[in-house]
């Protein structure tokens, strides 16, 4: 029911459809005694879609997720297992082609390779079933194979948890088939943006976890840049409404036990 229902929510509070709804509306109402509210309403998606263009509201809010969990300076000298998010490959649109569409944040994937190298006897679990509302038989563990073996890895020595859905199920899934020993070490792998939101799924589920933030999207100086770019803009601010959104609704709801996880646990 939760999956179900943060899937409608995020469609209708989704920045960029609710621009389009009040846009259409705006239109609709210049036809009618009801103008002057459709210019209004023109007007404020105009002024809006500037904003966003020229002001990196959406960087900075993407930006403090990235911070808030900063790169590790040193790794462990042992790791007992590494668990990657899923979030690579696109299975639907892989299974309609037949060739692997990385849907983006490869980086989690190549670093996967690098740590198998560096700790080899390390458990990995690849965590990652379908986030889609409508084909929940396309599992993204199950497409990304053909990739891990293009990477030089072998898929044999991966545990791949295909059930997930979404962040909660992530963890509460891969905590099931890992079997984390109490004082085991286990580094956990997402996109730096993510890495929040991941860490309280993770540490309610059970897990101790150290963090490992890849895929950036901002840089570290936070200087205003003198561009316009609507679709960045508003691409950075949604994917930032949505990762604040989840915080909040994922702690609302007892799936995590913190606000905003942060460092020192």
């Not at 929040?196 to 963090?211: H, L």
Request: glycine share 12%; hydrophobic share 45%.
């Amino acid at each position: 029911m939760f999956f179900t229902l943060s899937k409608v929510l995020w469609f209708i509070a989704n920045p960029s459809n609710v621009l389009l709804v009040l846009l259409c509306a705006g239109v609709v109402l210049l036809f009618t005694r009801w103008r002057r509210a459709g210019r209004r309403l023109v007007g404020f998606v105009a002024v809006t879609g500037v904003v966003l263009a020229v002001v990196p509201f959406g960087g900075w809010l993407y930006g403090a997720l990235e911070d808030r969990f900063p790169q590790l300076k040193e790794l462990p000298a042992r790791v007992d297992g590494i668990v990657v998010a899923g979030g690579v490959v696109d299975p639907v649109l892989t299974a309609a082609r037949g060739k692997i569409a990385i849907g983006g944040a490869a980086e989690r994937l190549f670093e996967m390779a690098e740590l198998s190298k560096r700790y080899p006897q390390a458990k990995i679990v690849f965590t990652g079933g379908s986030g889609s509302l409508f084909y929940q038989d396309k599992k993204e563990a199950h497409a990304v194979v053909p990739l891990i073996r293009q990477l030089g890895l072998d898929p044999g020595k991966i545990i791949f948890e295909d059930q997930s859905r979404n962040t909660v199920e992530n963890a509460e899934f891969s905590y099931r088939v890992a079997k984390p020993k109490k004082g085991e070490t286990w580094l956990l792998v997402t996109s730096a943006f993510h890495m929040p939101r991941a860490v309280g799924c993770f540490r309610k589920a059970g897990w101790t976890i150290v963090p490992y933030p890849v895929d950036f999207g901002t840089r570290v100086d936070k200087d205003l840049p003198f561009i316009f770019d609507f679709a960045q803009g508003l691409g950075m601010f949604g994917g930032a409404i949505h990762e604040y959104l989840g915080l909040f609704f994922y702690w609302l709801s007892g799936k995590t036990d913190e606000l905003y996880p942060g460092p020192g646990r």
